[in-house]
């Protein structure tokens, strides 16, 4: 399998209006397709350990079943973000339908923790011209990254691989808070910071 961890600058030429670079502090982390127990546990106390505040992209099923998770994801001072409620790719599903999975878990957070979610990031990366028209009805700001780890395969090299290759002051790097990459999550999350450290580069938190 082919692996492209940095998107072609021909994409975010095009796309100007997504977030593909950090335009906070530093290097941003961040983690989708959660909340899952026990996995998540395991990332907020690792952040906990660096000092690390990360932005989580939620799953609205997801959500809806742990919400406790979530409580704690927000308590520990990380940001959430909107992953749709069923992880479907954006792609494949009618605008109207996109609009029902973006609009479901900006209501659940509304209703649940008084707050609007203000980042958005497409399952599986995949988007077209009617997701932005969606994304901005919901008056969300779609995130990419400039650094997919490939972590989902559950391979310590390739993460490794991404880091040293393509990590950059700016970069928004994508980790998996899944069963995919459960066994390798603690050594991704260390690796990045030892990294960063030894390049001295900072990892920060995301644009207002």
Not at 58 to 69: D, I, M, N, S
Request: aromatic share 8%; net charge positive.
């Amino acid at each position: 399998m082919m692996h492209v961890y940095r998107p072609p600058v021909l994409v975010r030429k095009i796309f100007p209006g997504i977030v593909w670079e950090n335009r906070g502090n530093g290097i941003l982390l961040t983690f989708d397709d959660g909340p899952v127990p026990g996995i998540t546990e395991t990332i907020l106390e690792r952040l906990d350990k660096h000092g690390i505040k990360a932005l989580f992209f939620v799953v609205g099923e997801q959500a809806r079943k742990y919400p406790e998770l979530c409580s704690e994801i927000l308590r520990a001072g990380h940001t959430i973000g909107n992953h749709t409620e069923h992880h479907k790719r954006m792609t494949r599903i009618s605008s109207q339908e996109g609009l029902q999975e973006i609009q479901s878990v900006q209501d659940f957070f509304t209703k649940e923790f008084s707050m609007a979610l203000t980042w958005f990031r497409p399952p599986h990366g995949r988007f077209n011209r009617s997701t932005l028209k969606t994304v901005e009805q919901v008056s969300l700001k779609m995130m990419m990254w400039t650094l997919l780890t490939y972590d989902f395969e559950n391979n310590e090299t390739t993460v490794l691989h991404s880091y040293d290759k393509y990590l950059r002051k700016d970069s928004i790097v994508v980790l998996h808070n899944s069963i995919k990459s459960e066994k390798i999550i603690v050594r991704s999350i260390d690796a990045l910071v030892e990294r960063a450290t030894a390049a001295g580069l900072t990892i920060g938190s995301p644009a207002a």
